[in-house]
């Protein structure tokens, strides 16, 4: 059984800091990139950063600077590094694991944890 475990998230004022968690088990096929995404109340889910299992990594614009994803290959998971938090970062944060097996591909969401930043 595929799980997605993700921690970390919480009240924090802005200025501060967090970070995130994602924690992936239970994945039989190989992982090609894990990554955050977010989604603030009545807006879409965004990208907000994602790193390959080479170490290549991507961020959106609005928290380049700002954000530091990682990834520990040997326990499949993978971070997020928060810093110098805005009101406008309040979300709700989903891990997303992307897999590929040949011409198999997919991909994992976990269940989201809160963000809130108060100004």
């Known amino acids: 059984q595929v799980q997605l475990v993700e921690s970390g998230g919480g009240l924090v004022q802005a200025g501060g800091s967090l970070r995130l968690s994602c924690a992936a088990s239970?994945?039989?096929?190989?992982?090609?990139?894990m990554g955050w995404y977010r989604q603030a109340p009545g807006k879409q889910r965004e990208l907000i950063a994602t790193?390959?299992?080479?170490?290549?990594?991507n961020y959106a614009d609005s928290v380049k600077g700002r954000f530091t994803i990682s990834r520990d290959n040997a326990k499949s998971t993978v971070y997020l590094e928060m810093n110098s938090l805005k009101s406008e970062d309040t979300a709700v944060y989903y891990c997303?694991?992307?897999?590929?097996?040949?011409?198999?591909?997919?991909?994992?969401w976990g269940q989201g944890t809160q963000v809130t930043v108060s100004s």
């Open positions: 239970g994945i039989i096929f190989s992982i090609s990139a």
């Open positions: 790193i390959t299992s080479g170490g290549s990594t």
């Open positions: 997303n694991v992307k897999y590929s097996f040949g011409a198999l591909k997919g991909e994992y």
